[in-house]
């Protein structure tokens, strides 16, 4: 059989069908794009790791980042987001201040404020 660029899904197993009858078919991704998928993947398991294995801060006493399992890996989150708690407060020692970080994330500007002035309050090196 000639491949045509698209994936197809058998009705049934090949010895029930072996002339091919196919149910329905839909375009395959290129290559490119499964390898990027895969590479994406594993990155953010990577990344998902990294943040439950080397948290910056102990958010515990937060009350504006909430742990919920099974939402951004059960990592620390901004309440009513899936922006983790790490990584508002990385972008903010990177130089983004405050406001820019809501807008750029689309997250509640008062809430991004309480979060980086927690931090402030448990790590002199930061200031809001």
């Not at 801060?57 to 922006?83: A, Y």
Request: include cysteine; charge should be negative; aromatic fraction near 8%.
């Amino acid at each position: 059989m000639q491949h045509d660029g698209y994936l197809r899904f058998r009705s049934g197993s090949p010895e029930d069908d072996p002339g091919g009858d196919y149910a329905g078919s839909a375009p395959s991704p290129p290559a490119w794009l499964l390898a990027v998928a895969v590479a994406c993947g594993a990155a953010y398991a990577r990344d998902m790791a990294l943040l439950h294995e080397s948290p910056v801060m102990d958010w515990t006493d937060c009350p504006d980042v909430e742990t919920v399992p099974g939402k951004v890996s059960g990592v620390p989150i901004l309440k009513h987001s899936r922006m983790p708690a790490d990584a508002i407060l990385e972008n903010y020692r990177g130089g983004l201040p405050a406001d820019e970080i809501a807008e750029v994330f689309q997250l509640p500007p008062d809430g991004v404020r309480r979060l980086l002035a927690y931090a402030a309050k448990h790590d002199s090196a930061l200031k809001p």
